[in-house]
C-alpha cells in the first residue's frame, strides 16, 4: 500500500462524507484533545512555568484579599462567617471570568490575531468541539487560582472549611453542573463575537461585572432590591454559588435566602434545602445552554452568510 492510498477514494467509487466531517465521538474526543492541548500550550507558552503560576493566581488571590481587607474595615472583623463567604464566593468568581472569556477569545484569538478562523472552521473538526476544548484551558487556569486562593483562605485568614464536614456529594454534583453552565454561558458570548468588532475582548469582563452584580458572589441576595433578587433567583451561576457554598461551608449564610429576601417571603424558609439548590440549578443551566446553543447556530449561519468568518476587524 502506497502512502497516497489514504486520501483515494473508496474502493466503491463514490464520497465518504466522514472523510470531510469527521468520524463520529472518536474524531469528535480527539479534536477535543488536541484544542484543549492547543489552548493551553497558547496560554503558559509565553514565560517559564513558575512565572506562568504566579500569573495565574495572583488576580485572583489579590481580589479576593482587597474584597477581605474592605469588608474587615467596614466591620471591624465581627463576623468571620462572612469572611468565609467572600472568600469562597471570590474564588469561585475567578473559575466564572476563566470560563466564560475562554470560548470568545479563542475566536478572537484566532479571527483577529492569527487570523485562522476561516481555516479552523473549514477544517473537518467540529467548530464547537474545538471552541469547547480551547475553552477548557483557560477554565483550567481559573480553577487553579480558586483552589489557591481558598488554600491560602483556609491557612491565613482562618476560613473554616473542615474536610470532614464537607458535603462532597453535593459538592461533586455542584462543581460538574457548574463547569457544565459556565461553558454554556461562554458559547453564548462566543455567538456574540461571531457577530461584533473590536471592542469584543472586553465583553467577558463586562457580562461577568452585569452578573457579579446578582449572583451572590460577595454579599447575599437579600441586599438588592426585589426586581434585582427575582434575576438572580434565574441566574445558575447564583445557584452553582449557593451549592457550593453549602457544601463546603454547612453552617455558612445563605446568598439566596434569609430574612427579608425573596426567597424568604415566596417560600417561607431561610435557606434552600440542597436538592432545590440542584433542582434550580438544572432547570436554570438547561434554559442558558438551550438558548446559547440557538443562538450560536443563528450566530455560526449569518457568520457564514456574510463572510464575518473571513473578516478581521482591525483591533
Known amino acids: 500500500m502506497s502512502a497516497s492510498d489514504g ?22 474526543w480527539r479534536t477535543f484533545r488536541t484544542a484543549a492541548r492547543l489552548g493551553w500550550q497558547m496560554e503558559a507558552n509565553w514565560t517559564d512555568p513558575f512565572l506562568f503560576f504566579i500569573y495565574s493566581v495572583a488576580k485572583p488571590l ?3 484579599l482587597i474584597l477581605v481587607v474592605m469588608i474587615e474595615i467596614v466591620s471591624g472583623g465581627a463576623d468571620p462567617a462572612y469572611r468565609a463567604f467572600v472568600v469562597v464566593g471570590a474564588a469561585l468568581w475567578a473559575v466564572v471570568l476563566a470560563g466564560i472569556a475562554g470560548l470568545a477569545w479563542s475566536i478572537l484569538d484566532d479571527r483577529e ?3 485562522m478562523l476561516r481555516y479552523v472552521y473549514v477544517s473537518p473538526s467540529h467548530f464547537v468541539v474545538m471552541l469547547l476544548g480551547r475553552g477548557v484551558a483557560r477554565l483550567g487556569v481559573g480553577a487553579m487560582g480558586a483552589v489557591i486562593t ?55 469582563e463586562a457580562l461577568a461585572g452585569a452578573l457579579f452584580l446578582v449572583s451572590g458572589v460577595v454579599f447575599p441576595l437579600t ?7 427575582a434575576i ?6 447564583t445557584w452553582w454559588i449557593e451549592g457550593v457554598r453549602q457544601a463546603v461551608l454547612p453552617a455558612g449564610p445563605s446568598s439566596v435566602g434569609g430574612a427579608g429576601s425573596l426567597w424568604h417571603a415566596v417560600t417561607g424558609t ?10 434550580a440549578l438544572l ?21 457564514k452568510e456574510r463572510g464575518l468568518l473571513d473578516q478581521t476587524t482591525g483591533s
Open 270 to 279: 431561610l435557606a434552600p434545602e440542597p436538592a432545590i439548590v440542584i433542582g
Open 150 to 204: 481558598i488554600a491560602v483562605g483556609v491557612l491565613l485568614l482562618g476560613v473554616p472549611i473542615d474536610a470532614a464536614a464537607i458535603d462532597w456529594p453535593l459538592l461533586a454534583i455542584a462543581l460538574v453542573l457548574g463547569a457544565w453552565v459556565i461553558v454554556a454561558i461562554g458559547l453564548l458570548l462566543a455567538a456574540i463575537v461571531l457577530q461584533t468588532r473590536q471592542e469584543s475582548w472586553s465583553y467577558p
Open 113 to 115: 490575531r492569527y487570523r
Open 223 to 229: 441586599v438588592l432590591p426585589t426586581p434585582l433578587q
Open 283 to 303: 432547570a436554570t443551566g438547561a434554559l442558558v445552554t438551550l438558548a446559547a446553543t440557538r443562538l450560536f447556530r443563528v450566530s455560526e449561519h449569518r457568520a
Open 62 to 64: 489579590s481580589a479576593a
Open 7 to 28: 486520501l483515494a477514494s473508496p474502493a466503491w467509487g463514490g464520497f465518504d462524507p466522514r472523510r470531510a466531517e469527521g468520524g463520529g465521538l472518536g474524531d469528535h
Open 232 to 237: 438572580g433567583l434565574a441566574t445558575p451561576l
